[in-house]
Nanobody, 119 residues
Framework: VQLQASGGGLVQAGGSLRLSCAAS????????MGWYRQAPGKQRELVAT???????NYADSVKGRFTISRDNAKNTVYLQMNRLKPEDTAVYYC??????????????WGQGTLVTVSS
């Protein structure tokens, strides 16, 4: 499937954004969903993952502020981001994968959406 991330933008510190990752097809058999981010001059890092339909994991830096969720009926994955900080500024990427991966089609990435948090 192809993934289209959206919802990024400019927000003041303390504000909220919800990112969406819409898939071109069904995501029901993708058992791994993730959000990653890459800040300028830094490596891409894991932000949040969802295994299956309920097991979630978050980077320490976003725990308690970010929430990952999925809506299989809409073929969409979300990242709700609250109490945003300037250090959350980055390009955010979504990922959908079938684990174990056996082909390139089992690992799909979105194109990224820019989140800028002003102080």
């Amino acid at each position: 499937v192809q993934l289209q991330a959206s919802g990024g933008g400019l927000v003041q510190a303390g504000g909220s954004l919800r990112l969406s990752c819409a898939a071109s097809g069904s995501i029901q058999n993708f058992n791994y969903m993730g959000w990653y981010r890459q800040a300028p001059g830094k490596q891409r890092e894991l932000v949040a993952t969802m295994i299956g339909s309920g097991m979630t994991n978050y980077a320490d830096s976003v725990k308690g502020r970010f929430t990952i969720s999925r809506d299989n009926a809409k073929n969409t994955v979300y990242l709700q981001m609250n109490r945003l900080k300037p250090e959350d500024t980055a390009v955010y990427y979504c990922r959908a994968a079938r684990i174990p991966m056996t082909t390139n089609d089992d690992d799909c990435w979105g194109q990224g959406t820019l989140v800028t948090v002003s102080s």
